[in-house]
């Protein structure tokens, strides 16, 4: 493989054990990108690749133009080489020095002189003023990711990792970090590799996010795209798609291409690539669902009406998530509204309901047996 | 008191410590880390010395420190007299027989420390070699002066292999356990008894010391 982008993260790697990794990653100077994907799915191994702490049988990982890593060429160089600022997911502080300690360790790089000063600014960065001589067993989780944070920055990395940062502290906590680390990257021109599970965390701090399966990359976009407009439809599953359903293409009588499911023509945009009948699958997100008002059903034309019945019905603060069992199917279509328009509606289970699809949101992908591949 | 005695077993002692300390290290860190071929067998080995009868182990190294073993003509063709019955012998023999009591507190304290604190030092940037000594030392260091502890007192009282490799040579081979079995013989049971307090206070200001400095480094916030 050789660097693409000069400037940035470049990374290919291949290894079947111990975990499979066949991953391809790129990563622009300023750029934050997730990597999102089960336990297991290799996420945290790659990180630890970018980083030196682990290597993989083959691949190469370059960044702003140097190689860090190339099997073939028979080039591995440590983590110390490499220049990785790396949020580990425990934040690895160490336990016996001080805030202000542990992030002067990563500043054996700067002279002597200048390093309690600058870890005073990085604190300081990080909002930690005043906790400098504190051992991280004083400091809350927050306080110690921020230190974890600081001490990463302290390295002037060319690369930053951070490791399911925000997973060991609590929700109040970790929409607070989140916007101090979306105020931080502002002023870092540096990727940043973000793991994560949690799918709103990559949607919220991303500018992209690569899918993670089994080791293997299978989608990158941007957060949107790849959420609502998946690859295949093991992607939609592993973004938590639930409306993904086994089609046919087929013309409408003007000669329009669609989908034909459980008997119902849907109106949707089909690429050219999918012949003529076809079988194929497609996905909806629950934002391209529609409940018809009881009042006012919808006959727009490009609403693709669907009528069943209220199969599931889960009430979750302010929003209410059900599920319509499609007439003459089995099939189930999820749909969220806020709690109130499911009360004024009657939204209950057992009694009949109308939806529509919305052509634009209706996602075509090539089919795939939807009972055989789950998500790991 | 025999002072003499005392002397010599705190020469012991210390000449135990010293010379375990590097190895304990070294062989410590290897057994917490490192996954080879063999590892189990190698753990089982050095743990011996904790389970095997003192007079089995003293008839063994009597063997092998004789001038019939290699390491016996060796250590006659470099020193000119035998590694039995002699002070190095004595001190060979309680580097054998201290292994486990130097090298397990460490090899567990290196244990301890997460992998992720060693590769998040690497990541700073950090050599290996400060790597161990500003962040894999102080955190072990519990446990590695619980070993130093437990070998310095455990060399203090050592009987059976004493006996067995270096006899009873006053100023040579005797030592503070000796003699106080030698002032029992003789029915000199207020030297004997002068002679165990002494032990017996060292004993417990070392265990004092162990469990004093074995506190952990606090628990972290919720």
């Known amino acids: 493989m050789t660097d693409t982008v000069a400037a940035g993260l470049c990374v290919r790697l291949v290894q079947q054990q111990p975990i499979p990794l066949d991953a391809t990653l790129a990563c622009a100077p300023g750029e934050m990108l997730a990597l999102v994907g089960p336990s297991g799915s290799g996420k945290s191994t790659i990180l630890r690749c970018i980083a030196g702490l682990w290597r993989a049988t083959e691949g190469r990982i370059g960044c702003n133009g140097q190689t860090w890593y190339d099997a073939a060429a028979g080039i591995d160089c440590t983590p110390q080489q490499r220049g990785t600022g790396f949020v580990f997911q425990s934040y690895a502080l160490f336990p016996h020095l001080s805030a202000q300690d542990n992030v002067e360790a990563a500043l054996g790089h700067r002279p002597a002189g200048e390093r309690a000063a600058r870890a005073r600014e990085l604190l300081a960065r990080v909002h930690l003023t005043g906790l400098e001589t504190r051992r991280p067993a004083l400091l809350s989780g927050g306080q110690q990711q921020r230190v974890a944070v600081a001490r990463a920055l302290a390295r002037d990395p060319q690369v930053l990792l951070l490791d399911e940062p925000f997973s060991a502290v609590d929700r109040v906590t970790r929409q607070k970090l989140y916007r101090e680390l979306a105020e931080l990257r502002r002023s870092l021109a540096l990727p940043i590799v973000l793991v994560t599970h949690d799918l709103d965390e990559a949607a919220l701090l991303a500018d992209r996010m690569s899918i993670l ?4 990359t299978l989608q990158t976009g941007t957060p949107r795209d790849v959420m609502t407009r998946p690859a295949d439809p093991l992607v939609a599953r592993l973004v938590d798609m639930k409306n993904v359903f086994e089609a046919r293409v087929a013309t409408d009588g003007n000669g329009a291409r669609g989908l034909v499911w459980n008997g119902v023509k849907l109106e949707a945009a089909v690429p050219a690539s999918f012949e003529l009948g076809a079988p194929v699958c497609f996905g909806v997100p629950m934002s391209g669902v529609l409940l018809h008002r009881r009042d006012r059903p919808s006959r727009g034309e490009r609403e693709n009406p669907v009528e069943g019945t209220v199969a599931e019905c889960v009430t979750l603060g302010e929003d209410t998530t059900f599920a319509l069992r499609v007439a003459g199917s089995c099939e189930l279509l999820w749909l969220r509204v806020p709690s109130h328009v499911a009360r004024r509606n009657g939204v209950m289970e057992g009694i009949a309901a109308r939806a529509s699809l919305f052509a634009d949101a209706i996602h075509v992908m090539p089919w795939q047996d939807l009972s055989r591949e789950t998500p790991a | 008191m025999d002072w003499t ?5 705190l020469q ?7 010379l375990l300390l590097p190895l304990g290290l070294a062989v410590g860190r290897i057994l917490a880390w490192r996954r080879f071929r063999g590892r189990r067998v190698l753990e089982a080995a050095l743990a011996l010395p904790l389970v095997l009868p003192p007079t089995v182990l003293g008839f063994y190294l009597l063997v092998g420190f004789g001038a019939d073993s290699a390491a016996g003509r060796a250590f006659v063709a470099l020193t000119g007299h035998t590694l039995a019955f002699s002070f190095a012998g004595l001190v060979a023999a309680s580097l054998i027989v201290n292994l486990p009591f130097a090298i397990q507190p460490m090899q567990r304290a290196f244990e301890a420390i997460p992998a992720d604190v060693r590769a998040a ?3 700073c940037g950090m050599s290996p070699w400060c790597i161990f000594t500003r962040i894999e030392l102080p955190l072990a ?4 002066l619980s070993a130093m502890v437990l070998t310095f007192v455990h060399t203090l009282g050592e009987f059976g292999v004493v006996l067995m490799v270096g006899g009873s040579i006053p100023g040579e ?14 029915f000199d049971l207020a030297g004997a008894g002068t002679m165990a307090v002494a032990l017996l206070a060292c004993s417990f200001g070392a265990m004092i010391v162990v469990y004093a400095t074995s506190r952990p480094h606090g628990h972290v916030h919720d």
């Not at chain 2, 081979?173 to 003789?186: E, G, P």
């Open chain 2, 121 to 123: 030092a690497a990541c």
């Open chain 1, 213 to 216: 399966h089994r080791g293997r």
């Open chain 2, 5 to 9: 005695a005392l002397r010599l077993s």
């Open chain 2, 173 to 186: 081979t005797k030592t503070i356990s000796i003699a106080i079995y030698d002032r029992m013989q003789a």
């Open chain 2, 12 to 18: 012991l002692a210390v000449a135990s410590v010293a």
């Open chain 2, 141 to 144: 260091w519990p446990g590695v």
